[in-house]
């Protein structure tokens, strides 16, 4: 079983999604930003952007929608080029700020304001709470936020 890449904390809000696989070959450097520099579609961005809607705990449907935008979203890449996860603002109030979905280790995570988030993730945190974009892609190298149109901006 794979194992989170954030680091669950006792008093936090989590929710455990499955994790994504695929045998894809990995892409070149030069291909991957070709394809993540696309607009992301409606219903893609639709899913990940609900993310604390609560839909996600009570439902393994919407689980299963959620996991099926992001395969269908990025068809050419394998695991590696997938994104390590997303990060958002939390509208569950106060005290939370962001949320994220792990995608590697399947963990929705809502994080109070201050609280870190690990390397990969912390950089993407203000941007997140930044009003001109609706979620955050973080990949291994890179952050793409992601627009109300679909619209992807490099980082």
């Known amino acids: 079983m794979a194992r989170p ?3 669950i904390e006792k008093s936090g809000v989590q929710h455990a999604l499955p994790v994504l696989h695929t045998s894809a070959p990995t892409k ?3 291909d991957l930003r070709l ?3 696309r607009p992301r579609s409606k219903g893609y961005l639709a899913q990940v952007s609900q993310l604390d809607a609560g839909k996600y705990v009570h439902s393994k449907q919407a689980v299963d929608e959620l996991l099926a935008a992001i395969a269908a979203e990025f068809p050419e890449l394998a695991l ?3 994104p390590l996860g997303y990060l958002s603002r939390c509208h569950l109030g ?3 700020e962001v949320h994220t ?3 590697t280790g399947g963990i929705i995570e809502h994080f109070k304001v201050g609280q870190p988030l690990g390397a990969m993730f912390e950089k993407g945190r203000a941007l997140a ?3 001109a974009y ?3 892609e973080i990949y291994r190298d890179a952050v793409y936020c992601l627009r109300a149109d679909g619209s992807a901006v490099r980082v």
């Open 80 to 82: 590696p080029d997938y």
């Open 101 to 103: 979905l792990d995608v």
């Open 35 to 37: 394809i993540l520099r």
């Open 28 to 30: 070149t450097t030069g």
């Open 5 to 7: 890449i954030l680091p």
């Open 129 to 131: 709470l930044h009003r």
């Open 134 to 136: 609706e979620v955050v």
């Open 94 to 96: 106060d005290p939370y």
